[in-house]
């Protein structure tokens, strides 16, 4: 069960490259993980809150992000 007590991480995501990263997310975290839209993506990036179970994904994901 996903807990309140997530790690969080708020990325800036290109128009179109959002399904990538779900992707990634889907195949390469070992815990569960949600996302959120702040302001979709448009002429400028768009700004994503992603919530991780564990911490490890969380840290993964923000190498692979940045």
Known sequence: MFTDT???AKVDIP????KDVISWC????????RYSII???GSFPGI???KFEDE???ITFL????
Do not use: H, P, T, V
């Open 39 to 41: 302001d979709n993506a």
């Open 48 to 50: 994503y809150q992603f």
């Open 63 to 66: 190498l692979r992000i940045k």
């Open 26 to 33: 889907s195949n390469n975290c070992s815990g569960d993980w």
């Open 15 to 18: 128009y179109g490259q959002l």
């Open 6 to 8: 997530s790690y969080e």
């Open 56 to 58: 490890s994904d969380l």
